[in-house]
């Protein structure tokens, strides 16, 4: 049990003993808080009258019955729209490691290589995960405040709000898990960056938009790293435009977003994980 323990151990004191960790969640909140903020006032306000429609194009003549429930759509931009900070965080924990040089010591310590990335894959979900709780935070703690504010229940006594909040923890973590795959495979801090930002950003959500024109692209579309963690999450506004049908199961969703953390951390193992780093 030491030689896992040890190893993971000493991967929570590299990301702890670091800036970037609570950088990264502070912003994470702030970002999330005024988004799930103020979209929950905007929508909130419609919903009470307390904000005239006919001021706001709701893209259902006025009427916000296409959105379905709020609360969770305002829950969900947690995963949907944060994910990208565990991903950054996962790569950054990978790519430090080549860019400072601190693998050599690491090696020395613990020879096995595959039970060292094993450590940091564990490491970086349980801190996903925690970035997750700090996100929903955010969008369930402003959301349902500003619910109240106006009158709708936040339905925060409903199971299936716990269960999403509990899919979204999960979806947060496995998002890292996808960062340290990213990091080893391109080891490159700068690139690596580039590419979570890039992708996240710009690339995924056109293929996303593209991909919802015909139901045979929407059905490929829905195996995208960001439509399977919606799909696990069970809510996202993303997903409203998607047709019928082409939107995964929550467990598929899971597997989807694992199987692309594994194949990443997998090829990133045997293309430079193995090399030399002296």
């Known amino acids: 049990m030491n030689l896992i323990l040890r190893p993971v151990a000493a991967e929570f004191s590299k990301i702890l003993t670091t800036r970037m960790w609570w950088i990264l969640a502070l912003v994470l909140f702030g970002y999330i808080a005024l988004l799930a903020g103020g979209l929950a006032a905007l929508f909130g306000g419609i919903d009470s009258g307390a904000i005239s429609s006919d001021s706001v194009n709701t893209g259902g003549g006025g009427s916000l019955a296409g959105l379905g429930s709020l609360p969770p759509l305002i829950y969900s931009f947690a995963a949907s729209v944060g994910y990208v900070f565990p991903v950054l965080l996962g790569a950054l924990a990978?790519?430090?490691e080549f860019r400072h040089q601190t693998l050599t010591p690491t090696f020395l310590a613990t020879p096995l290589r595959a039970r060292v990335l094993s450590a940091k894959t564990i490491a970086l979900f349980v801190v996903g995960?925690?970035?997750?709780?700090?996100?929903?935070?955010?969008?369930?703690?402003v959301g349902a405040l500003v619910f109240?504010?106006?009158?709708?229940d936040p339905l925060l006594a409903d199971s299936a709000t716990w269960a999403l909040i509990g899919r979204t923890v999960l979806a947060m973590a496995l998002w890292a898990v996808i960062g340290v795959g990213l990091g080893v495979l391109v080891p490159s801090q700068v690139a690596s960056i580039v590419i979570v930002l890039a992708f996240t950003q710009f690339v995924e959500p056109l293929l996303r938009f593209a991909s919802s024109f015909t139901q045979v692209t929407?059905?490929?579309g829905k195996?995208?790293?960001?439509?399977?963690?919606?799909?696990?999450?069970?809510?996202?506004?993303f997903t409203l435009a998607s047709p019928g049908g082409a939107v995964l199961a929550s467990w598929q969703g899971g597997l989807v977003l694992l199987a692309y953390g594994l194949l990443a951390t997998g090829f990133g193992y045997l293309v430079s994980w193995k090399r030399d780093v002296t």
């Not at 109240?148 to 709708?152: A, S």
């Not at 195996?223 to 506004?237: Q, T």
């Open 129 to 141: 995960a925690a970035f997750g709780v700090v996100a929903l935070a955010a969008s369930v703690g």
């Open 148 to 152: 109240n504010g106006f009158g709708i």
């Open 218 to 220: 929407a059905d490929v």
């Open 223 to 237: 195996f995208l790293p960001g439509a399977a963690s919606d799909a696990l999450v069970g809510a996202s506004f």
């Open 94 to 96: 990978s790519t430090g």
